[in-house]
């Protein structure tokens, strides 16, 4: 884009922003209709308080879409949904771009219905001048809306995919520069916006060259992007894994949210938190930007007994003050029971790590998860107390501020955890098969490598993945400390305590792709 193209380019965006000014019966409207879409994806009514003061933090969305020749690929997979989402099933071999043109239908209806001024952004310009590279829902009149949503519906049903280049840094930057503008007025509001980024990931120059230049070009526009009042989000509609390697390592760099597809978001959740069934009300909300911090971490860390309340509390409760639940720190079974209560009024979701309707919280495997060792946390004053709700940070991280604090080492021996099967003594060891700490980094190896007490036979590749953090600071002491230690992200051993057959394959293979990213 030259310069006469970027004026072109910022003098529309402006006029955008000068012609948008919604009249507040609209955004009550959209307001109203949060709740319908709540209803409509099996979310909890309570989730309407947390998802509204995210939705009123957003001034607007930016999807920038790729839409060169990779989007065209056959490897990809589409949602065949039934009624009220029972069950929800994988249509194989589709277009890159029709998995993404189902997601766009979806969240451009939503936009429409609920107010959310949204820019949709393709990468390429369309070699057919009827197609528009640039197109918005609710950036002017409502009466346009009808149109708008044709010309969306337009766009992604007959754009031809043809050209080459991927210059998604390039694009970046010039959002960037338009938001570097805004960003004091955006600031001065408490407002932020949503930068979804849609891609299949590999980019390329405007010259359609690739390289590690390239990439590093990628990553510079993406920090200067990051530290304006923005939320990335990334849309990844691929299955590479060196692609989604390198994005996954933009989320432990960056102050952003990357998505896979619903399946493949549901086994990253599940690595790190089984006793959640990531439903695809969830999904959805991640996407559209209006999930919270605490959400968006969900696929990145094992939440603490306390994050846990923070989460029920922001998805079930949020502004009711008719539903009860008891802080875990203070009663843990008063905390189940109060939850037991509040997953009966609510629908079952389809868990598509389990291939099954579930409830939105495996109670049984967080018992077993955090339950006995829930008296370490200490009690207060005792007895129970109505939970407040504070809804984690619906703004982004701010790296002006500096860097998150690192986490708390990590931890193995959870008390009360569930049985482990007599086929797999070597899972969870019994207190009388104690081995002794090692005393040189070879046993130290040994333990983690080979099963207690011959060390003759390796562990499972679930058992080594669990284990990994035993070889590191504070837990091994002849290893020097390091911030690398903290990037390892821990997964949790109940999330392979009952899998089996094709369900443990694949859980496996995202663990090792995950544990290739912390390395």
Request: contains cysteine; neutral net charge; charged residues 25%.
């Amino acid at each position: 884009m030259n310069r006469r193209e970027l004026s072109e380019f910022t003098s529309s965006m402006k006029s955008c922003a000068m012609d948008f000014n919604p009249r507040r019966s609209l955004v009550h409207k959209g307001e109203r209709n949060l709740q319908h879409y709540l209803d409509s994806l099996g979310l909890p009514l309570g989730l309407l308080t947390t998802v509204h003061d995210v939705y009123n933090a957003m001034d607007s969305r930016i999807w920038v879409v790729e839409n060169s020749y990779a989007m065209g690929k056959r490897d990809s997979h589409k949602m065949k949904l039934s009624a009220n989402f029972e069950r929800i099933s994988k249509e194989d071999g589709v277009s890159r771009w029709s998995e993404l043109a189902q997601c766009v239908d979806f969240h451009s209806k939503m936009a429409a219905r609920c107010w959310m001024p949204t820019r949709f952004w393709l990468v390429n310009k369309p070699d057919d001048p009827s197609i528009p590279q640039k197109f918005g829902l609710c950036w002017g009149d409502p009466n346009e809306l009808t149109s708008e949503l044709s010309i969306a519906k337009q766009v992604f049903s007959n754009i031809s995919l043809d050209q080459t280049t991927n210059p998604l840094a390039s694009q970046i930057k010039r959002i960037e520069k338009y938001l570097s503008s805004e960003a004091p007025k955006l600031s001065a509001k408490g407002k932020f916006v949503a930068v979804v980024v849609c891609t299949q990931g590999v980019p390329t120059d405007e010259g359609g060259n690739r390289g590690s230049a390239v990439v590093k070009e990628l990553y510079k526009s993406l920090i200067s992007l990051a530290k304006l009042p923005v939320k990335i989000v990334f849309r990844l509609c691929t299955d590479n894994d060196q692609v989604v390697d390198f994005f996954n390592t933009l989320d432990a760099k960056l102050d952003c949210d990357v998505l896979d597809d619903f399946w493949g978001e549901a086994m990253e959740v599940y690595l790190h938190n089984p006793w959640l069934t990531y439903g695809i009300g969830l999904h959805r909300l991640r996407e559209a930007g209006l999930a919270t911090e605490l959400m968006d971490e969900l696929d990145e860390k094992a939440l603490n007994m306390s994050q846990i309340h923070q989460f029920c509390l922001e998805f079930f409760v949020g502004g009711s003050l008719d539903i009860d639940l008891c802080n875990p720190l203070d009663d843990f079974e008063a905390f189940v029971q109060d939850l037991e209560q509040i997953l009966r009024r609510e629908k079952p979701q389809f868990n598509p790590v389990k291939n099954k309707l579930s409830h939105w919280i495996d109670v049984v495997k967080l018992k077993a998860m955090y339950g006995r060792g829930a008296s370490s946390y200490g009690r207060s004053s005792g007895g129970r107390q109505r939970a407040t709700v504070r809804v984690s940070n619906v703004m982004p991280h701010n790296p002006n501020r500096g860097p998150p604090p690192p986490p708390p080492p990590p931890t193995y021996k959870r008390s009360g955890s569930a049985a482990s099967s007599s086929s797999e003594p070597s899972r969870r060891p019994s207190k009388t098969q104690t081995p002794s700490p090692p005393t040189n980094l070879q046993e130290a190896l040994q333990q983690w490598s080979h099963q207690f007490p011959g060390y003759k036979a390796l562990h499972p590749l679930e058992v080594l993945l669990v284990k990994v953090p035993t070889l590191f600071p504070p837990t091994n002491t002849m290893v020097e400390n390091h911030e690398y230690y903290f990037k390892w992200k821990e997964f949790s051993e109940d999330a392979f305590s009952d899998s089996s057959g094709d369900e443990l394959k694949e859980l496996l293979k995202r663990a090792n792709r995950k544990a290739k990213v912390s390395v």
